[in-house]
């Protein structure tokens, strides 16, 4: 098993950044994929980025060039940097870690951009 704890979410203005962490425990060996997903209500469950153990990344249309992800094998915690935040930006975002698919799921950290 693998545990998820999420954290830096919260309430910014547009144009402003958040940084969101999320640390991985447990059953280390089985991951391969990070990622963060993103859920608005009423919408579904879309892919925001995804980071490989080889550090290739893969960014959804709507946040390349404003969101950054990355990770840190050593603390087991993958980041998604969000810079220039949009009132469509908000939503609940997931951390989502696995092997060859998506096996382990963050409860979610809310993210709400004002405008």
């Known amino acids: 098993q693998v545990q998820l704890r999420e954290s830096g979410g919260g309430l910014v203005q547009a144009g402003g950044s958040l940084r969101l962490s999320c640390a991985a425990s447990?059953?280390?060996?089985?991951?391969?994929?990070m990622g963060w997903y993103r859920q608005a209500p009423g919408k579904q469950r879309d892919l925001v980025a995804s980071i490989t153990s080889g550090e290739r990344t893969n960014y959804a249309n709507s946040v390349k060039g404003r969101f950054t992800i990355s990770r840190d094998n050593a603390k087991n915690t993958v980041y998604l940097q969000m810079n220039a935040l949009k009132p469509e930006d908000t939503a609940v975002y997931l951390c989502a870690v696995g092997l060859f698919h998506w096996d382990y799921w963050g409860q979610g950290t809310q993210v709400t951009v004002s405008s």
């Open positions: 447990g059953s280390i060996l089985r991951i391969n994929n």
